[in-house]
């Protein structure tokens, strides 16, 4: 079975550069997640889908973050304009049950440095 | 805020012995998992275990659960070179049930 699938593996960027960052869940699994983990830190939850609709995106700045889940599958992840503080791993992770309730897997990240 | 806190935040130990994570967590759940990352990779989901549990093993892992305390522990036992890694624990929160992750423990097995 493939894994969850991530591009790019690494991103450099100016600040108030654009960036976007795209995941692929694994086949079948309905919800997709966006998580943000800055060095030293867990990750934190962006934001959730199940299926294309929005379950979650209390965590998400909304002013410079937005991502799009369209027809249900593959999911992209956009910062506009970036911050230094934007630099982190971003991990996309997919379940085939909504929430915590079972397991998540992850894809390999993507590490964003914004100078 | 963290709904999990990960107890020692570093442990160094040598190849054979034996490695105890403890986590912490604030309000009831009805599951908590364990997650490990080696250094540059993704997370990796190493065992769930529900409220209505108290131990559960697989492998060289055995987790344990005290709801009364809002604690778990994560044991490694004759841990090797490759169990060093940052381990995890999670929780679900809120109406969507959302996964929060602790900052981690970091384990290091020296050879």
């Known amino acids: 079975e493939a894994g969850v699938a991530q591009s790019p593996r690494y991103k450099i960027i100016e600040k108030r550069q654009s960036v976007a960052f795209w995941c692929n869940p694994i086949?079948?699994?309905?919800?997709l997640y966006w998580y943000q983990q800055i060095l030293g830190q867990g990750p934190k939850l962006l934001i959730q889908f199940q299926n294309n609709g929005v379950v979650d995106d209390s965590q998400l700045p909304k002013d410079r973050f937005s991502a799009e889940r369209l027809k249900g599958v593959d999911s992209t992840l956009k910062i506009q304009p970036a911050k230094l503080e934007d630099s982190a791993v971003y991990l996309c992770?997919?379940?085939?049950?909504?929430?915590?309730?079972?397991?998540?897997?992850f894809g390999p990240g993507t590490r964003l440095t914004v100078l | 805020s963290q709904q999990g806190e990960e107890d020692p935040q570093a442990l160094s130990i040598q190849e054979g012995e034996n490695a105890t994570m403890n986590c912490s967590y604030k309000?009831?759940?009805?599951?908590l998992q364990w997650y490990r990352q080696n250094s540059g990779r993704g997370l990796v989901h190493l065992i769930l275990i529900r409220s209505n549990e108290r131990e559960k093993h697989s492998g060289r892992l055995r987790v344990t659960l005290d709801t009364s305390k809002k604690s778990s522990s994560l044991l490694i036992t004759a841990s090797r070179a490759a169990d060093t890694a940052s381990y995890f624990c999670a929780t679900p929160r809120g109406s969507a049930r959302q996964l929060t992750f602790g900052s981690g423990t970091q384990l290091t097995v020296l050879p």
């Open positions: 992770a997919s379940s085939s049950v909504a929430g915590g309730l079972n397991e998540q897997f």
């Open positions: 086949s079948g699994h309905a919800t």
């Open positions: 309000t009831s759940i009805n599951n």
